[in-house]
Structures are given as C-alpha cells and as structure tokens.
C-alpha cells in the first residue's frame, strides 16, 4: 500500500519545537522559489518569516545552488584538523575586514547554539590558559536565548523550555532587561556583578531578543554595558546569530556601538543564506593568544567531523558578495524603509500595542486577555488563520513579526501588510468570521 507523504512523515519524523499531540500535521512542501512555497496540491504560501530568520536571498537562488554545485564537485569536504583549504580562507578574508572593532580569528562550527557554545568555552578557557581559574561566572540579559544545547541553555532565560534541565544548568547573573526606565538599575548591577572578578564573559543578543519575543533596545545601552564589562577584563560576547548580515539595517547589529566592540561574535543563520547548516565564532586576537602556548593541555579541544566544511564556506562568501553588492543593497534598504512606515500604520490600529521596529524587523504585539508571552494562548489560533490565507507566520505567543527575506516583491509583501493590517483593525475573532461566511 503506497501511503502519502504525511503519513510516512508520522510514521517517522520527530519535528522540533512541536506538541507531538496537540498540533495539526506539518504542510507537505515539494518546492520554494523567492518567497513562495509550493505545497503538494498546489497551494503557495508567502514565507513571510524568511524559514526561521534563515533564508536571505530568496528560496531557489540559482547563483547559490551553482556554487555549492561546483564545490561539490572540486572539494566537497576534507578534517580541517591539518589541513586548509581555499573556501574557509576566502571567507574569513572576505568578512574579517567588514566585523566590528578588531576581531580577527575564525572558528568554524555547524549552527547558532554551537556557536555560543564555542564562545562559552572560549572565555571560560582563556582565563583558565592564563591562570585565572575564579572567573567562570557568565552575566546574561533576561530574557535571553542563545541555544539549546546545554552551555547555550545555561546562559539563557529559565522557562519552560529548560525545565526538564534546569537542574544540569549552570547558574548566570542576570540583568533586567534594558529599558529607558531601569537603565541606571542595569549599569549599577553589571559595575557588582563585574567588580566580583569572578565573571569570564557578558553574553547578549545585540539591539534585538528574538525568541523572546523581538524585544528592542538601544545600542548607546549596549555599549556602555560592554564599556563596564571591558573595564574589569571581563570578555563580551555578541550573539548576531539571528541580527547578523543586515537584519538590523546594519551588516551587524554591533556595527551600530560607537565606543566599544565584542571581543567575541557568533554568527549562524544567514550566513550561508540559510540553505546550509553553519556557525562562526570569531573572536580578537586577545582571546586567541592565550592559546599560543607550548603547553597540549592548554589546546581548545573543540570540534566536530564537519568543521570548516569547504560547500558552506564556499556558499556563505558567495552569499556574503552578493549581500554587499549594490542590488541587494538597495531591496534591505527599501524593505527596511518599508517595515518603518508599516510601523507606523500598525501604531494606529486598536489590537496592535507596543509596535517596534529595527532595520528589517517588524513586531508588534496583538491584545487579548492574557499577558504578553511565548505561552499566551492566542498564538495557535493566530499562527493558523494567518497559513489559511497562505501566509507564514509564526508568532511568539501573542508578538507577531514580519522577518522576511530580503528579495521578497512588493506585492507579496504587500498581501502580507494587508492581511496584518485586517488583523489589527477588527481583531482575530471578525476575521475568522468574514472568512467562514466568505467559504
């Protein structure tokens, strides 16, 4: 008996961030293009979320696919332990001049959590090469995500994401999350926390949470977090891995400081135009002379078998020339511009409260009964009739976002814009209302 491919799906597949019970079966998609994906019967639904913040330059981009195609075919992966290779060069060559402040040296890992995970061990073992064994304490923001493996789920928020393992979990220092408010609380306890001389780094999502819930705050804040943190010794580490390659407007969301700049950064999701697994944690050349010893206990142990493989290294600088480049260029500073005067339409309409925008991402918070977060209620329902007009969406509890990627037509951005905007002027239940009596 030929079954479908749903049913095969639930035969076998374990899908993440999912209620195994309490969710309806995943959407059957056999091709994207753009901004477009196509499901098996046919149907197109707008990626207005760009897959997870990930995908840059459009589903199906054939300049990228000839890429991996030709690498594939020259050098498709070789152990970087002993051995270089073009790609990994050309990259870092290609991006190191365009970081901010003096960060300098590239290691090579597989995604985001990794990659805070890398810069975790990185801080942790750069005091300990020098001698320094008391700093081990790491300073968070509340609200933080930076992974899910067990050292990026230690350094953020405890919910209920972490619960099964929050007793495996180290502890952080937390600060509250930065607002024009609390700003003097927040600098006054990051000057304890650090005088301690116990702490090894401060983490933080620059400009922007985004699991949390897209909440913004300022960079003059974050720079003089990290001006705090810098004077005691203690290391900064930037996670770009959702803001990075010009989600914030900027190619980083750290190139906005004016006064100081991490000493680590990670990056992963766009940097290989989201079609490929990869991370980077790159730090200054500070943090990696503490591992210029003649000492093997001293070495980062770290790796893992497809380490600076040669197709996404190949792919991201492609990705990363192409970002820079005069046409895409302009498409991040229209749709920046465009998310800008959408945020200010969205601030007149009686459902939307707490409207913020940064460069090319847009949230907005819908009203209802209970409490803004990841858990409220209204997500389900919100995320399901947004599909039902064939546009992806998926909203942090009751935050919704427009994250799209950075090709998308301005009529499907459009469709977008409306459909968010019917939204925010007659509230969920009407909609779903007009919907029924228009089936």
């Not at 680590?264 to 500070?286: D, F, R, V």
């Amino acid at each position: 008996m030929n079954k479908s491919l749903l049913e095969k799906d639930k035969e076998y597949i374990w899908h993440p961030f999912t209620a195994q019970t309490l969710t309806p079966p995943p959407l059957p998609v056999t091709s994207a293009k753009g901004s477009l994906l196509t499901l098996e019967d046919g149907r197109e639904i707008i990626d207005a979320i760009a897959s997870w913040w990930v995908n840059i330059h459009g589903h199906g981009n054939e300049e990228l696919a000839e890429v991996i195609k030709q690498q594939v075919l020259d050098l498709d992966h070789i152990i970087f332990a002993g051995f270089a290779h073009q790609p990994s060069v050309a990259l870092a060559e290609k991006l190191q001049p365009l970081l901010p402040g003096e960060l300098h040296r590239f290691f090579f890992s597989d995604n985001g959590s990794t990659a805070t995970e890398v810069a975790l061990k990185m801080a942790i073992q750069y005091f300990w090469n020098k001698g320094d064994t008391k700093r081990k304490k790491v300073i968070a923001l509340e609200g933080a995500y930076h992974g899910d493996t067990f050292g990026a789920l230690s350094m953020a928020a405890r919910t209920p994401f972490s619960a099964p393992f929050d007793d495996y979990l180290f502890d952080v220092l937390y600060l509250p999350f930065p607002t024009e408010e609390n700003e003097e609380e927040v600098h006054q306890l990051m000057e304890e926390y650090c005088a301690s001389e116990e702490v090894c780094a401060f983490i933080f999502e620059p400009l922007v949470q985004g699991a949390s819930g897209m909440r913004m705050y300022s960079a003059k804040t974050l720079d003089h977090l990290i001006g705090i943190a810098q004077s005691y010794g203690t290391l900064s580490i930037a996670d770009e891995v959702m803001t990075g390659f010009y989600r914030t407007g900027k190619l980083f969301a750290t190139n906005y400081l004016t006064d100081h700049a991490p000493d680590i950064l990670c990056c992963s999701k766009a940097l290989t135009a989201g079609i490929l697994p990869m991370g980077l944690t790159i730090c200054t050349q500070e943090v990696y002379s503490a591992y210029l010893v003649d000492d093997m206990m001293k070495t980062f142990f770290h790796g893992h078998s497809f380490t600076g493989n040669p197709i996404t290294c190949a792919l991201a600088l492609k990705s990363l020339e192409m970002l820079i480049g005069d046409e895409r260029q302009e498409q991040i500073k229209t749709l920046c511009n465009s998310q800008k005067m959408m945020a200010e339409k969205l601030t007149t309409l009686p459902y939307f409260s707490n409207v913020r925008v940064t460069g090319s991402i847009l949230a907005f918070d819908y009203i209802n009964e209970a409490e803004t977060s990841y858990f409220n209620s209204i997500r389900n329902e919100l995320y399901n009739w947004a599909l039902s007009n064939n546009i992806l969406l998926r909203p942090l509890g009751n935050t919704l976002y427009i994250l799209t990627n950075y090709t998308i037509k301005t009529e499907e951005l459009e469709k977008v814009y409306q459909l968010v905007s019917q939204l925010g002027t007659l509230g969920l239940k009407k909609c779903l209302e007009l919907q029924t009596e228009e089936e």
